[in-house]
């Protein structure tokens, strides 16, 4: 049995909680949009991370029944996947359907009304991340206004005041805010790139199997 580290069980949630209101409470008045802000990015993760799913775009079993779709129209199997298609449950179905309505006709034909669906749900599959960029951009910038209205009270009052350790305090009170709006810009960034990178994939892989699917639709009659 693996023993927890000493720090870990020295790790009190109550005083967690009280540090961190503590921590947001002497941050000022701007902590407050700054957790709005913070709402805000956590919400547009787990959006991305459901919208993103590959249960919602690219269902592995739904890819194998693509790539043998020649065969099973060749024997003549592909009513249940045409059903599928129409159902329309993920982005790969609903372009599917689109290549599928237009069987018999010439590739550049199937892949251009592909195309034109496929905007839409590129569309779709990009929500969320401008709100991500606005995050990143407007969290630090308020964490740097909070701190700046900060040492702006602290020097205001610095001629009548020359306790230097009250100052250095009040200092490190307006950071707060800095700290703050990095914290919450961090994981965003991290995340934006992790979701630009998946959405690349999952495009590249559409095109992939939109592509095969287009060539077996060539040379099929819409009677198959």
Same mark, same amino acid.
């Given at each position: 049995?693996?023993? $927890?580290?000493?720090?870990? %069980?020295?790790?009190? @949630?109550?005083?967690?909680?009280?540090?961190?209101?503590?921590?947001?409470?002497?941050?000022?008045?701007?902590?407050?949009?700054?957790?709005?802000? %913070?709402?805000?990015?956590?919400?547009?993760? !787990?959006? *991305?991370? @459901?919208?993103?799913?590959? $249960?919602r775009i690219i269902p592995d079993d739904l890819a194998r029944k693509v790539v043998s779709f020649e065969e099973q129209a060749a024997a003549g *199997?592909? +009513?249940?996947?045409? *059903?599928?298609?129409? $159902?329309?449950?993920?982005?790969?179905? $609903?372009?599917?359907?689109?290549?599928? *309505?237009?069987r018999g006709r010439p590739r550049g034909e199937i892949i251009h009304a592909v +195309?034109?669906? %496929?905007?839409? +749900?590129?569309?779709?599959?990009?929500?969320?991340?401008?709100?991500?960029?606005?995050?990143?951009?407007?969290?630090? !910038?308020?964490?740097l206004l909070g701190t700046a209205s900060g040492l702006v009270l602290i020097f205001k009052g610095l001629g009548d005041n020359s306790d230097h350790l009250a100052i250095a305090r009040g200092i490190a009170e307006a950071l707060r805010t800095t700290i703050f709006g990095l914290a919450i810009a961090v994981p965003c960034i991290v995340a934006h790139g992790h979701f630009t990178r998946r959405i690349e994939t999952l495009t590249m892989r559409l095109e992939t199997l939109l592509t095969h699917l287009a060539v077996a639709c060539e040379k099929t009659t819409s009677n198959t």
């Amino acid at each position: 049995m693996i023993a $927890r580290p000493d720090y870990l %069980s020295s790790i009190n @949630l109550p005083d967690a909680f009280n540090f961190t209101w503590d921590f947001l409470q002497k941050g000022g008045i701007f902590m407050i949009p700054l957790f709005l802000t %913070s709402i805000v990015g956590v919400t547009a993760i !787990l959006y *991305k991370f @459901l919208s993103l799913s590959r $249960r919602r775009i690219i269902p592995d079993d739904l890819a194998r029944k693509v790539v043998s779709f020649e065969e099973q129209a060749a024997a003549g *199997k592909i +009513e249940p996947i045409l *059903k599928e298609f129409q $159902r329309g449950d993920s982005t790969l179905a $609903r372009l599917c359907a689109v290549a599928v *309505k237009h069987r018999g006709r010439p590739r550049g034909e199937i892949i251009h009304a592909v +195309e034109t669906s %496929s905007r839409e +749900e590129s569309v779709q599959m990009h929500a969320g991340i401008g709100l991500l960029d606005t995050v990143i951009t407007i969290a630090p !910038l308020l964490g740097l206004l909070g701190t700046a209205s900060g040492l702006v009270l602290i020097f205001k009052g610095l001629g009548d005041n020359s306790d230097h350790l009250a100052i250095a305090r009040g200092i490190a009170e307006a950071l707060r805010t800095t700290i703050f709006g990095l914290a919450i810009a961090v994981p965003c960034i991290v995340a934006h790139g992790h979701f630009t990178r998946r959405i690349e994939t999952l495009t590249m892989r559409l095109e992939t199997l939109l592509t095969h699917l287009a060539v077996a639709c060539e040379k099929t009659t819409s009677n198959t």
